[in-house]
């Protein structure tokens, strides 16, 4: 089994990054490959509601020049997900948002790609804003149909300097007591596929509550 962990932090190797490694940590001692991508550093334009993914659906964002429609095949690839961010302005970072926003939106109109996969999400904060990130990257594996693990507290984890995260020894315990869980359901799933019948996918109902 794979778990591909997006890191969303402009930092290739900050805080938000050794966040991911704590979780890796315990996905790996259960056998279960993690990748890290680095998202936070690169040029990705928000989406442009444009609807190309709707018309074409093939698996694609129609906006060409970055690494999103790469990042989709991986996560659709995968057997769990793990979104990571910074805070920025009580907030995940802006360049994470844009490709959460395209990535998430492609796999919806195109049968529900990330459907039944393990997800979950960690952040990493200096002092403020850490659950209302931690809830926005939430909101995506919701939306998804993902079955999300939980921990011992919220999924946040306190620092500022690289690597200060090391010092919060709650924070570290919430990342392992996630990776240790993660695991377990996403074993749970693997088991369970030819055992269980997984329910059918239905379409959606759109309602405007404008009159």
């Given at each position: ?21 704590m979780v ?12 890290i ?62 490709f959460?926003d ?11 790609l ?5 997800g ?25 149909e ?21 010092k919060?020894d709650?924070?570290?315990?919430i ?9 377990w ?27």
């Amino acid at each position: 089994m794979k778990v591909v962990a997006f890191n969303g932090s402009p930092r290739e190797q900050g805080n938000t990054y050794f966040a991911l490694l704590m979780v890796a940590k315990e996905l790996e001692k259960n056998g279960i490959d993690v990748e890290i991508v680095h998202v936070g550093n690169k040029l990705i334009r928000g989406c442009l509601a444009c609807g190309g993914c709707v018309r074409n659906k093939n698996e694609q964002c129609v906006i060409p020049g970055d690494d999103v429609n790469q990042w989709i095949q991986k996560i659709k690839e995968a057997d769990g997900v793990l979104l990571g961010s910074p805070v920025h302005f009580a907030a995940m970072g802006s360049t994470m948002k844009s490709f959460l926003d395209r990535a998430f939106y492609v796999a919806s109109v195109n049968g529900g790609l990330f459907r039944h996969k393990v997800g979950a999400s960690v952040v990493a904060v200096r002092r403020s804003g850490g659950i209302p990130t931690f809830d926005q990257l939430n909101n995506y594996i919701t939306y998804a149909e993902m079955l999300m693990p939980t921990s011992n507290y919220w999924n946040v984890i306190h620092g500022r300097a690289a690597g200060e995260v090391d010092k919060d020894d709650e924070g570290k315990q919430i990342m392992s007591v996630l990776g240790k869980n993660m695991a377990w359901l996403m074993k749970l799933v693997e088991n369970g596929k030819d055992v269980v019948e997984e329910p059918s996918s239905e379409r959606k109902i759109y309602t405007s509550f404008v009159r």
